[in-house]
């Protein structure tokens, strides 16, 4: 089952000065399917982060359709559109995006605060979640307090918290080192194997490899896919990057 759908979307900007226009996006389509892992990548420019703010519904393609769940992103209203994607989108950013006046409890509950819930709820959701994630004890510190692995495990408990239909990954190893890149890398694994769909922006070809099919961005199109089968993270590593060498010196795929 689908649990997302990209119909020939199109993003065109207009340029302050000159009003010359810039095409982001050409007829980009795909599907994602209810627990799949999905990798993102392409040169500077090519569009994908355009296309993750789309997809975050926060901004309005030019042309096409983003449909969630079976609901089309454009037809939810603007003052409907925060709780839109705090019910069915979890975020996780290279920068972590967390509160440094808020404890690493209260950053991982802000969105169940957001949604009203229940205090005895929303303790009971941090607490499962947190041991799940192996940060039950760094609760009641603060985010300058613990370190980078540690922050963005905090905003993948924040990200998961909901229960959201989709994850959508901006960068998350970007701002890691390697022993904590692969410690973040193996907990994606996992939470997918539970069944929560991922779609992760990367230019990270390690980062890539983990994910069970890999989308590759030129020029505002969908280039060229790779699925991992049964493909190990090194053989997947090893196709990624000779995808990427193809695409900076346009060379040609096989099929």
């Known amino acids: 089952m689908a649990i997302l759908e990209v119909k020939s979307l199109n993003k065109i900007y207009t340029t302050r000065f000159g009003g010359n226009q ?37 901004d309005t393609p030019t042309g096409g359709e983003v449909i969630l769940d079976g609901e089309n992103l454009s037809t939810v209203k603007e003052k409907q559109m925060s709780a839109f994607r705090r019910d069915n989108l979890g975020f996780v950013f290279q920068d972590f995006n967390l509160l440094d006046t808020f404890s690493l409890y209260d950053n991982i509950s802000l969105p169940l605060v957001l949604m009203k819930k229940e205090y005895p709820e929303i303790r009971e959701k941090v607490e499962t979640i947190s041991y799940k994630l192996g940060i ?15 922050k963005q495990r905090v905003a993948v ?48 070809i390690k980062a890539a490899s983990h994910a069970g099919r890999v989308l ?10 790779i699925y991992r089968g ?20 346009g060379g040609e795929l096989d099929d």
């Open 22 to 58: 810039v095409e982001a996006l050409s007829n980009v389509s795909f599907l994602v399917e209810q627990g799949e892992y999905i990798a993102i990548m392409g040169e500077s420019g090519s569009g994908k982060t355009t296309l993750l703010n789309i997809l975050a519904a926060l």
């Open 157 to 204: 408990a924040r990200a998961l918290i909901t229960e959201p239909k989709l994850v959508l990954a901006d960068e998350p190893t970007g701002a890691l080192d390697s022993s904590s890149t692969d410690s973040l890398l193996n907990l994606f694994n996992k939470i997918n194997e539970e069944g929560q769909t991922i779609l992760m922006v990367t230019h990270s």
């Open 216 to 225: 590759f961005i030129k020029d505002g199109e969908v280039f060229h896919q």
């Open 230 to 249: 049964n493909n190990s993270n090194q053989e997947m590593y090893q196709k990624i990057s000779d995808t990427l060498t193809f695409i900076s010196t």
């Open 136 to 150: 039950h004890e760094l609760l009641r510190k603060f985010p300058y307090e613990v370190s980078g692995g540690q």
